[in-house]
């Protein structure tokens, strides 16, 4: 497992740090609890170089790739990206991954978690047969830092990075005072400066200087299950099927052929799945990941990722999971052991429309 490359900076300035998706970085600067505020109504600042970069290329690279993703990457303008999911011939979910058409030279850049990268790219290897496709690990060249939150694009500012700051999985060129690199955002205001891996110290310093809140991964996995996005590994597991996951962003009906397609076709034409991902607040013993949920002596769902996250009325138990279709109307109660699973839509109410 690799160290980021904030790894000895960041356990110099006194931070607990630990492993998250594949990679040694920081779980927490102290103070979880303003952590996640920070992610949630000012601006924080995380090593993200726990996302891992590769290159398509190559003269049937558009062809090929888009054989291979769930989603729709041969009609991607320059500079737009997507979320996917890779499948197997039966449906399942091999892996998921963001790609962006990084310009119009004829390349495409895919982001994936450190836990998965290495299995991705031997998984897309083994198919490129008679194809001039080429895939290039970018990890020594591209690393990204992380900044979310309302007043990320002050912060932004502050730290002498100008605008026009990019829409929702859109793809900029960046300049800042340590060089060039890319930016692009998610949802929630949270952006990822893509940069050289030896000038991601100076960035941050740069930002921390600006304003920005320094987060581990403790407030993001708080932030995460709040949110309701599944992380592949926890809450998405190879035995899932793409519409279970609820993730229909990751999915395009009119692309035609690619692994896994008629089964995604076939669920689809059927109306339905039997079980959906959900969220669910907790009221008793947080439950491990894996727990079964029950209701009138019948299983009925599954915990996939729980904790406690800080609200101004103390902290609050919540978790993410699957439930049947027949239990998955909000405000549902099931059962497990002392603790009682009210089956909640995504993101969290409680936390993003009440606030902290």
């Excluded at 009221?283 to 209701?295: C, F, R, S, V, Y």
């Excluded at 769902?301 to 239990?327: C, F, K, M, N, Q």
Aim: proline letters at 5%.
């Amino acid at each position: 497992m690799t160290r980021t490359p904030l790894y000895d900076k960041l356990a110099g300035m006194g931070a607990a740090m630990g492993e998250y998706c594949g990679a040694q970085t920081t779980r927490s600067f102290g103070n979880s609890r303003a952590e996640f505020n920070a992610l949630l109504r000012g601006c924080a600042l995380y090593d993200f170089s726990w996302r891992a970069f590769f290159r398509v290329s190559g003269r049937d690279r558009v062809r090929w790739l888009n054989n291979m993703v769930s989603n729709n990457v041969r009609d991607l303008p320059a500079g737009h990206g997507n979320y996917s999911f890779l499948l197997s011939a039966q449906g399942h979910i091999q892996g998921d991954l963001y790609v962006f058409n990084h310009n119009h030279e004829g390349a495409f850049v895919a982001a994936t978690e450190s836990a998965q990268f290495e299995k991705i790219l031997l998984w897309l290897r083994k198919y490129i047969i008679m194809d001039q496709v080429e895939l290039t690990d970018l990890r020594e060249e591209l690393t990204p830092l992380g900044l979310q939150g309302p007043q990320a694009r002050m912060v932004l500012e502050e730290a002498g990075i100008r605008g026009p700051f990019p829409e929702v999985l859109r793809l900029a060129e960046l300049e800042w005072s340590g060089g060039k690199g890319l930016i692009t955002r998610k949802r929630f205001e949270a952006y990822e400066i893509w940069i050289r891996p030896q000038e991601i110290p100076a960035a941050w310093d740069l930002l921390a200087a600006a304003g920005a809140t320094p987060v581990g991964t403790d407030a993001l996995e708080m932030f995460r299950v709040a949110a309701g996005v599944p992380r592949f590994g926890l809450d998405i597991r190879e035995r899932d099927l793409p519409q279970e996951t609820g993730q229909m962003q990751a999915l395009n009906f009119a692309k035609g052929c690619y692994i896994g397609q008629e089964i995604v076709e076939r669920i689809r034409s059927r109306g339905s799945v039997h079980r959906t991902f959900t969220g669910f607040a907790l009221e008793g013993p947080l439950p491990a990941a894996g727990t079964k949920l029950q209701a009138n002596g019948k299983e009925l769902g599954e915990i996939t990722s729980a904790l406690a996250v800080p609200t101004d009325r103390g902290d609050r138990a919540l978790a993410l999971g699957y439930v049947r279709r027949e239990a998955a109307k909000p405000g549902s109660s099931l059962q497990t052991g002392e603790t009682t699973a009210l089956v909640s839509i995504l993101p969290f109410p409680e936390i993003f429309s009440l606030g902290l």
